[in-house]
């Protein structure tokens, strides 16, 4: 299989994972309805024999610390459903991928808090769970294997130096990012095959990643065929490699200014458009990488109402909605 060199865009994932400190040793299981991606085991993993492991963590990069669950040694992709209240559905839909440079999620931070705050708004989500790369099983050792990562991607000339800062390091898009991508075309697809199920509307599915899991939405959109393409699509502070095809859904894209490793976001907002798709653009001057549903204090915060009211200006949202949940 063909390997993608894969920019460290789409590893910023692991910064916000890698300075996470323990805060218990498990975390508990969500209490929605969980729904398998695929029939049986995933295409691919049929030796795989890793534990999937959970521990609640507290992400100091933000102050006050923000509180998460981190996954790893995914194996078997789930979606975790998100409904909204009885009476408040719109119709709409939304995969929701949260990131972690393929080697973790950060499944509170950047996957249950967007989809309950997409169901606050009558929208379905959905949190999926997306093969990663094998990590140790001992909640210590991967906590060590992310500092590790951190220290290689942020390593810097001391300060004096003339020389230029390193090029940060690069990850190859290889057969378990692949498997991520084809776990996230498959979740859209499981969605809109269970659409009456969950009221939903199949033409109004989109999908939505951050970090690494902007790579599986914005990725596993491309790579798709046509037919089976997300109705719309969010990449957050995330990069997608390779060339895009044409009949691409619309786009919305955020990050922060002060995140050097979304620097290459306006050029995919330009390759998307110029594809004929349409596509929005949000750069926020501050923000740090990870952002996701954390509260700064600033215009990052509010994001995620802008991203809403895309949603409606595209028509995949009532217009006129309350913002508010």
Known sequence: MKRHALATSMVIGILAAAVLIPASSAASPPTQQVIPVWEGV???AESWTQKEGSMEVSNPSFQPAVPDTLLWNVVKPTLTVFRPASGKANGAAVVVAPGGGFRVLSFENEGVRVAQWLADRGITAFVLKYRLNRMPDDPAEVRKDMDRMLAAATARPAAGATAPAPPLPRIEFGPVELAALSDGTQAVKVVRMRAKEF????????????????????GSTARAAAADRANFVAVIYAGVPGDLPKQLPPAFFAAAADDPLSASMPDLFARWRATGAAAELHIYAKGQHGFGTVKQGLPVDHWLDAFHAWLAQQGFVPKGTAPGG
């Open 42 to 44: 995933a295409p691919g």
């Open 199 to 218: 009221g939903i509307d199949p033409q109004r599915v989109g999908i939505i990643g951050f970090s690494a899991g902007g790579a599986v939405s914005g």
